[in-house]
């Protein structure tokens, strides 16, 4: 077997992105406002007075993981950014395997993403307009529209997810302003749902399982190193904004919605029937019926915007294994144009549109099914590239400090990887809270990680058998490089 031609294309469109864009792409990647209204209430079901908090240690957690994070971000910049990472903290092999995981996962979260706006957008106007239209028919518009947008220059998608953004947090501000404007709930507003003894209650290890999934898609700042304004500055700065005001803006907005309710009476709400439309109903009352309205749709913007930024982030996986020779190496081109990965963009909407038709020839519900599944699986498969790349910070670091401080490059890195090792065993233990579905079917979803690393690990090794010097460029090329 010869050894695969370098690419040397001019790579990436360098220099595009800055701070102010990288959180606009990780923080919509988030989605805040679909997290909060579609999935806080499950959180507050599950665990009550103890969600805020759960939320809040969550993103403690994942503030720790960064510091390691982002001070291996000074030194590699690569668009496969975990398996980048790993393969260089953790051996070849290893960052083969995660590649493979993380491409998966961000694949699986986006078509699920997807198939949720198309989901979204049939129901949203249906009650505005009285007309029915097929979620996957919405589905199908929106694939062509980020499609669109992935395929010109990024500035552009981080222009759009930058106003959704801004509009789908307001509408939650004017909420938690309304809610301040009368008072809190039935009982103001109470300090005492942060105390840390709620987290001995029942249900607590399900809404951690959430409250992590809440903040999927922070890591992919290092995605866009390649494509950012001095990245050891940009990468290390929109990492840290994005998680902290995630973590203080989910806390705070899941303990106003239970003051809303009042403390005492907030998990019974959330556990009835009107618990799916708690934040809605409660918007409502304390902030207008416009308001409200104003929700219904900017929720349907907020799963448009995710879908997109998970869509980049995929997009930019299947360039770099495609540009290293772990995938076909045409994935590895850019449009001479917009600078954009072409080949990975259209290869990632050919696939959402194979999900979406198998969705509907099968006949699947496309929320509970499609969207519940592919998430479940997909968040788990982040969480295990998260933990990885915090064990891939200590191994790169721990012969050559490199100047930075032991706190940040050996105990954050360990510290984060056994947390997130915890949480790992405890979404694989509810994961049914996440899929609603039956322990085989879950069994069927945490089996692709396992095989899909285990295929990206033989890969490299074959590499290495048959064209050592291809093997030595796997996880080295950055973008100065390429």
Not at 310 to 317: D, M, P, S, T
Request: glycine residues 12%; aromatic residues 10%; contains cysteine.
């Amino acid at each position: 077997m010869s050894e695969p031609t370098p690419h040397v294309d001019k790579g990436l469109s360098g220099g595009a992105v800055g701070t102010g864009d990288l959180v606009f792409f990780v923080v919509a990647a988030a989605a805040p406002l679909t997290v909060m209204a579609g999935v806080a209430p499950l959180s507050i079901g599950m665990a009550g007075r103890a969600a805020p908090l759960g939320y809040l240690l969550a993103g403690l957690l994942l503030v720790v993981f960064a510091a390691g994070f982002t001070a291996m971000s000074r030194f590699v910049r690569n668009a496969g950014a975990f398996y980048a990472y790993i393969g260089r903290g953790l051996g070849r092999p290893a960052g083969a395997g995660s590649a493979y995981v993380a491409l998966y996962s961000y694949n699986a979260i986006e078509v699920g993403l997807l198939v949720a706006f198309g989901w979204f957008t049939e129901s949203g106007f249906e009650d505005l307009t009285g007309v029915r239209v097929a979620w996957w028919i919405w589905a199908v518009a929106g694939l062509v529209a980020i499609g669109v947008l992935g395929y010109l220059k990024v500035t552009f998608s981080a222009r759009f997810l930058g106003v959704a953004l801004v509009l789908e947090v307001l509408v939650l501000l004017v909420f938690e302003v309304g809610l301040f404007a009368h008072g809190g709930g039935p009982q103001g507003l109470d300090l005492g749902t942060l105390s840390p003894h709620h987290l001995g209650g029942a249900g607590v290890g399900g809404m951690f399982v959430l409250a992590v999934g809440a903040f999927v898609g922070f890591e992919a700042t290092a995605i866009y190193a390649e494509e950012a304004r001095e990245p050891e500055r940009t990468v290390p700065r929109a990492t840290c904004v994005a998680v902290a005001f995630l973590a203080l803006f989910y806390t705070f907005t899941v303990w106003m919605i239970i003051n809303a309710y009042g403390s005492d009476r907030a998990q019974a709400v959330a556990e009835g029937e009107g618990g799916a439309d708690m934040v809605f109903t409660a918007t409502e009352r304390f902030a207008g019926a416009w308001a409200a309205d104003s929700m219904h749709v900017l929720i349907i913007t907020s799963a448009f915007a995710a879908t997109l930024a998970f869509h980049n982030g995929a997009a930019r996986y299947f360039y770099a294994l495609g540009r290293e020779g772990l995938l076909p190496r045409r994935l590895g081109t850019v449009s001479p144009r917009t600078r954009a990965p072409a080949t990975a963009v259209v290869t990632q909407s050919a696939l959402a549109l194979a999900v979406i038709a198998v969705t509907v020839a099968g006949g699947a519900d496309p929320y509970t099914v499609t969207f519940l599944w592919s998430n479940g699986s997909g968040i788990l498969g982040v969480m295990l590239m998260q933990a990885l790349a915090a064990l891939a910070v200590y191994g790169f670091f721990r012969r050559d400090r490199r100047g930075m401080p032991a706190w940040r490059v050996i105990a954050a890195p360990l510290t984060a990887c056994a947390g997130l090792a915890v949480l790992i065993a405890l979404v694989c233990a509810n994961l049914d809270l996440l899929t609603g579905a039956s322990s085989g079917v879950n069994a069927a979803l945490i089996a692709p990680l396992p095989v899909l690393f285990a295929a990206g690990a033989a890969r490299a090794l074959r590499i290495r058998r048959r064209a050592p010097k291809a093997y030595e460029r796997l996880t080295t090329v950055d973008a100065e490089n390429v």
